[in-house]
């Protein structure tokens, strides 16, 4: 088991994406730490297929928006579940709008959540390490739209781009403190955060057409990538960006 021993916080891992990552890593050994804005719904499935694999599962409720809270996140879950090895920085949203439209509390909670959220939950983390003098990895959850345009989503891509070279920066800062700095960019992966998108057949359809691979992504092919970054056979890769998208990328039309 590649992560046996190892104890992680996911956030955003009561359900899509977060929750895929959260299952993997307690399949391959480590405990978890579940964060999500609300810890009492589906965060408790996720707790219970952690529990599943024999591992440790701690729920800790934070809106990564505000910062005092991304720092509460990482001081409860080193209290309750001890020395965390692995960061994850999944929790995200979208809104869908015209760039003339946005309108500015749009794009103050996109940002807040996605780019400022990870900003000071790494923060906290990485202060812990380099205070503990531990080694450690950060995987950034962010998306193809971290370099492809995405029209009709300026503020999800202005907060991905963030991301991108948020990735590269902290791998160049943090690697003499033995911290890697990783990112993974999924694709079109059937979550909650295209329900929009799911519920168009013809929209998904035009995807479809976009993807050599002929399928959307399923959460656990991102949680794959995201174990391997976070395991010793990912120990001398940093500031990488790990695209999980079957070929989008390079074929993408909209
Ligand atoms: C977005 C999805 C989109 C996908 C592919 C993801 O980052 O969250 O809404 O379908 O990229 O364009």
Not at 3 to 25: D, E, H, M, Y
Not at 69 to 96: H, S, W, Y
Not at 155 to 183: F, W
Request: hydrophobic fraction near 45%; include cysteine.
């Amino acid at each position: 088991m590649r992560l046996a021993g190892k104890r992680a916080v996911i956030t955003g891992s009561g359900r899509g994406i977060g929750r895929a990552i959260a299952i993997r890593f307690a399949a391959d050994g480590a405990d978890i730490v579940i964060n999500d804005l609300n810890v009492q719904g589906e965060a408790l499935q996720t707790l219970a297929q952690v529990e599943a694999h024999g591992r440790r599962g701690v729920l800790i409720q934070a809106d990564l928006s505000q910062t005092d809270q991304t720092r509460r996140l990482i001081d409860e879950a080193f209290a309750q579940l001890g020395p965390i090895d692995v960061l994850v920085n999944n929790a995200g949203i979208e809104k869908r709008s015209p760039f003339a439209d946005v309108r500015e509390e749009d794009y103050d909670l996109v940002l807040d959540v996605n780019l400022k959220g990870a900003f000071f939950t790494t923060q906290a983390f990485v202060r812990q390490l380099i205070a503990a003098r531990r080694p450690g990895k950060v995987i950034f959850i962010s998306s193809v739209h971290e370099e492809l345009p995405f029209p009709g989503f300026s503020t999800y891509c202005a907060s991905k781009g963030g991301m991108q070279l948020l990735t590269r920066d902290l791998a160049v800062e943090l690697g003499p403190h033995g911290i890697t700095v990783n990112g993974v960019a999924p694709g079109a992966i059937a979550t909650e955060i295209n329900r929009a998108l799911l519920d168009d057949q013809p929209r998904v359809a035009r995807l479809l057409e976009q993807i050599p691979l002929g399928r959307m992504g399923k959460p656990e092919d991102v949680a794959a990538v995201a174990a391997f970054l976070a395991s010793s056979d990912g120990d001398y890769v940093t500031g990488s960006t790990y695209y999980v998208d079957g070929g989008l990328a390079w074929n993408y039309r909209e």
